[in-house]
């Protein structure tokens, strides 16, 4: 038994999910979200103690592939729920001597060591802000605004030596000791 894909999703109200075959479409206030369902995993709405709840259910539980597929499915659904409600967002820094970023219309600039600057267009339903060297990126999607915030940094990733590049802001790059002089005898 998956201990996640057991446990229900609460839909807060203001959310509205219609199911259709395999596809699980989910409305909110920040947008609309469609999903694909596995085929070994279904997709039922039904009435629970805190209101209607989302449950998963898998035809065959001593299947393994079924059962990661429980577990995935759910947390999938529930971030698509907490995207259309509150929105995800993703911070990345620029350091270096030099290094800046800007955004321009629906396309972000990069200058980051390179004898050109970097355009990278934002997908659809990205928003992009900066403030100095910080970009802040916020979206519905949790996988294509990863996927998107990944990109951005493999731009220019941040190096050991001199710690340049585009780093999450939640990224923690690990210094290496330089070359030393050699002492004279």
């Known amino acids: 038994m998956s201990r996640i894909g057991k446990k229900p999703i609460v839909i807060p109200s203001g959310v509205d999910i219609t199911i259709t ?5 989910v409305k909110g206030a920040k947008g609309t979200i469609t999903y694909e369902v596995n085929s070994r995993a279904s997709v039922v709405i039904s009435d629970g103690e ?6 998963i259910n898998v035809a065959n539980t001593s299947d393994s592939f079924g059962r990661s597929i429980w577990g ?10 907490k995207g259309v409600t509150e929105g995800f967002s993703k911070s990345l820094e620029v350091i270096g001597v030099g290094y800046k970023v800007n955004v321009q219309g629906q396309k972000i600039v990069l200058e980051v060591g390179f004898s050109h600057d970097v355009d990278v267009p934002l997908p ?6 900066v ?22 940094r493999l731009v220019r990733k941040p190096e050991p030596y001199g710690g340049k590049g585009i780093k999450y802001t939640t990224e923690t790059v690990r ?3 330089g070359k030393t002089a050699k002492t004279g005898e």
Do not use: C, H, M, Y
């Open 50 to 55: 805190n209101g209607k709840e989302l449950k």
């Open 175 to 177: 210094r290496k000791a």
């Open 124 to 129: 659809t339903g990205i928003t992009a802000t």
């Open 72 to 81: 995935t499915t759910r947390a999938n659904l529930a971030n698509l729920i």
């Open 131 to 152: 403030e100095k060297n910080i970009l802040t990126l916020s979206g519905i999607d949790n996988v294509a605004l990863g996927q998107f915030a990944s990109r951005i």
């Open 21 to 25: 075959g395999s596809t699980v479409t």
